[in-house]
């Protein structure tokens, strides 16, 4: 009899180890990297310059296939790789087939080296260099998902197709608040490729780099795709200020992403309660050319229209972002006294202009982090009394200088006695 017990305890342990095989996935596809993974496509010029020999003795496409071999056996395990090729296709001279020569070469996912590797010993510098095309295609490979996403744009010429334009679709993809980053590699220190791969990274927060050798070229890629698996994963949440108060958007503490015209003002919302202290800052990314002389100014106010306190900044010359914060705490106040969270408004303006032939539309890149904390010291700034404007300060100020000017006048008198007496 427990002979016969055990094995039928054996057998039913069996038959759940079975189940759990069955339903528990397989070591490989535990292997796989999760649907939050950081992702990045490499997209790589194969355009016939390519074929110029001026990196250490050798062509700039075997450069660029030695460096994407080293970069495929150095990729994390959690990170999601693709490839994706411009001009490797279409050799003849019509503009039309050549500028839509961009093509997905190894799928957004866990990397196969071997395949990988192959698929790109296979590239022979062919065509046309339609960037901006294959820039919209890289968004679209990845597009699904909620981890980071980066965009690493190797190329040695500037796009030569001129419709999407590479700067346009950079911002419409920096527009989109997905924040997606496209980093950009010259392989060439030509005037008109550096501006246009700057334009292009600065519109979303990337960063451009001029490579001149091989070395240099293999280590960059490895240390952007390093920097999307260790980057974390803070999306902003959407939202479109007010032109007045009095119709903001309540915001919540968090990362929040919003877009501003040329000398716009924009108006939130935040509810701070006594025995505690307001956080905010603001950034505004300069995605296209400036005017050399600009500013940016973040106001805490009460909806009747009185400052609080303000934090400002202003600057001249190239810029990629500029940035303002305030702290603004509310005094505690008595237990039989009312605690009830009240109404502080945040304006938030910047005086960025530009030529004429600049685009207006969309606005500037706004991002804006906002924060309620407890404030246990007892406020020593006079932002906490609301003495920032109004005619509270307007008799500090008065009685001030009133007693100054006594002061002032007794020393004065003092001083022409003694000289008198001497």
């Known amino acids: ?80 790789l693709g490839i994706r090729t411009l001009g490797a296709n279409y050799p003849g001279k019509d503009r039309v087939a050549g500028c839509r020569d961009s093509e997905q070469l190894y799928p957004v996912g866990q990397v196969d080296r071997t395949e990988a590797k192959a698929a790109v010993a296979t590239l022979r510098p062919t065509g046309w260099t339609p960037i901006g095309l294959a820039l919209r295609g890289a968004s679209k490979d990845l597009s699904s998902g909620e981890g980071t996403r980066r965009i690493v744009l190797i190329t040695d010429g500037e796009d030569s197709c001129g419709q999407p334009d590479p700067c346009d679709v950079a911002r419409e993809l920096a527009a989109q608040g997905t924040h997606l980053v496209v980093d950009t590699l010259g392989l060439t220190l030509d005037r008109k490729v550096r501006e246009q791969l700057s334009c292009i990274a600065e519109a979303t927060g990337g960063t451009y780099t001029a490579i001149q050798h091989r070395d240099q070229l293999s280590s960059r890629i490895k240390q952007l795709v390093r920097r999307s698996a260790d980057t974390p994963v803070q999306t902003p949440t959407p939202v479109q200020g007010a032109a007045q108060c009095a119709k903001a958007p309540y915001l919540g503490s968090g990362l929040y992403s919003d877009r501003e015209s040329f000398g716009e003002h924009r108006w939130y919302r935040m509810r701070v309660a006594p025995g505690q202290e307001l956080r905010a800052s603001a950034s505004v990314a300069v995605d296209r050319a400036v005017d ?30 500029m940035s303002s914060g305030l702290r603004y705490p509310v005094a505690d106040v008595d237990d039989d006294e009312d605690k009830t969270a009240r109404t502080v408004c945040l304006e938030l303006s910047q005086s960025f202009s530009a030529p004429a032939s600049v685009k207006r539309a969309p606005g500037l890149p706004v991002e804006l982090a906002v924060d309620v904390v407890g404030n246990d010291d007892p406020p020593a700034d006079v932002a906490a009394f609301g003495l920032g404007r109004g005619w509270m300060l307007l008799g500090v100020l008065t009685v001030g200088g009133l007693l100054a000017g006594l002061l002032w006048g007794w020393l004065a008198r003092w001083r022409v006695t003694v000289w008198r007496s001497n």
Do not use: H
């Open 1 to 80: 009899m427990i002979i016969k017990k055990r094995l039928a305890t054996g057998a039913l342990g069996l038959l759940a180890a079975l189940a759990c095989g069955l339903i528990s996935p397989p070591a490989a596809m535990a292997g796989e990297p999760a649907p939050d993974s950081p992702k990045v496509e490499l997209v790589l010029d194969v355009s016939g310059s390519m074929r110029a020999r001026d990196v250490d003795g050798d062509t700039r496409m075997a450069a660029a296939k030695q460096a994407f071999n080293e970069v495929l056996d150095a990729t994390p395990e959690e990170v999601r």
């Open 292 to 321: 050399p002389d600009y500013g940016v100014l973040l106001r805490a106010m009460t909806p009747g229209g009185q400052e609080l306190v303000r934090g400002s900044e202003a600057g001249s010359g190239r810029t990629d972002v």
